[in-house]
């Protein structure tokens, strides 16, 4: 079975520009996650959607960060203007469904670096 | 609100020595406990799980053991070896207020030869 793939693996930027993640869940889950880990620290949620709806965005500094779940399979996640701050690891993460006992899967990440 | 916390790290061993890596958590409700694994230079996996109080997680060598009265999820393995080197997350999830994972800060753990 083929696993979360995401991309691009190492991006690059100066503040102020905006980037883009693409992530790809295991086919046939409902439940997608965006994390940002930032170096030292566990991974915190930004977004979580259930197919193409949004369940939880409260972490979500919606002033830059963007993101959507088009037909319910990718997603995209998008900075817009990135800060300094901004810089980590941006993990996506699937589940079957949704359900405190369900794996959560996690693709690679893509690792940010804003200068 | 929930929370995971982890004992600081590095933690470095000898080949062959015993693992202990604490977690604590604090949730309301009755929270699911998981360990994830992070190899250099690779993404996220799960080591093992644990749903209910009393459960035993156990995967490649490594055991937790979910216990309710002390609000604790604690890794250990009784033999280490090189190969395990890595960074290794405690986690929780709660059936409120969504799904996602609330990870502690994670320990880095360092194992020679």
């Known amino acids: 079975e083929a696993g979360v793939a995401q991309s691009p693996r190492y991006k690059i930027i100066e503040k102020r520009q905006s980037v883009a993640f693409w992530c790809n869940p295991i086919?046939?889950?409902?439940?997608l996650y965006w994390y940002q880990q930032i170096l030292g620290q566990g991974p915190k949620l930004l977004i979580q959607?259930?197919?193409?709806?949004?369940?939880?965005d409260s972490q979500l500094p919606k002033d830059r960060f963007s993101a959507e779940r088009l037909k319910g399979v990718d997603s995209t996640l998008k900075i817009q203007p990135a800060k300094l701050e901004d810089s980590a690891v941006y993990l996506c993460a699937s589940s079957l469904v949704a359900g405190a006992k369900e794996t959560q899967y996690f693709g690679p990440g893509t690792r940010l670096l804003v200068l | 609100g929930n929370s995971v916390t982890q004992m600081e790290g590095p933690v470095t061993l000898s080949e062959e020595a015993f693992l202990t890596i604490n977690c604590t958590y604090t949730?309301?409700?009755?929270?699911?406990l998981f360990w994830y694994v992070q190899y250099p230079g690779e993404g996220l996996q799960l080591l093992l799980k644990?749903?209910?109080?009393?459960d035993k997680g156990s995967n490649k060598g490594f055991e937790a053991t979910y216990r309710k009265e002390t609000t604790s999820f604690h890794l250990e393995k009784g033999s280490v070896q090189v190969s395990d080197s890595a960074v290794y997350f405690c986690a929780l999830r709660t059936n409120q207020a969504g799904t996602a994972l609330i990870f502690g800060k994670g320990t880095t753990l360092s194992v020679s030869s």
């Open positions: 949730a309301t409700g009755y929270p699911s």
């Open positions: 959607f259930q197919n193409n709806g949004v369940v939880d």
């Open positions: 086919s046939g889950h409902a439940t």
């Open positions: 644990a749903t209910k109080a009393d």
